[in-house]
């Protein structure tokens, strides 16, 4: 697999990390939904989220190399 292909997989990771986070905040606010199932499904997007970031990250610099 090559850099390019990691740096689109976690780029694509991320976007869709905080697309499904906008959305899981839209319905906490407005829809009442204030369930522990809620925030871990939040703290875990968020987690992917990070992870894919440092990911792209360090793939940018080893790319760069």
């Known amino acids: 697999m090559s850099i390019s292909n990691v740096k689109a997989i976690c780029f694509t990771v991320c976007i869709v990390c905080v697309v499904c986070l906008v959305l899981?905040?839209?319905v906490m606010i407005w829809g009442g939904l204030t369930s522990e199932f809620a925030w871990r499904v939040g703290m875990?997007?968020?987690l992917f989220?990070?992870?894919s970031s440092?990911?792209?990250t360090v793939a940018g610099r080893v790319g760069k190399v």
């Open 49 to 51: 989220f990070i992870a």
């Open 54 to 56: 440092i990911t792209l």
């Open 44 to 46: 875990t997007l968020g």
């Open 24 to 26: 899981l905040g839209l």
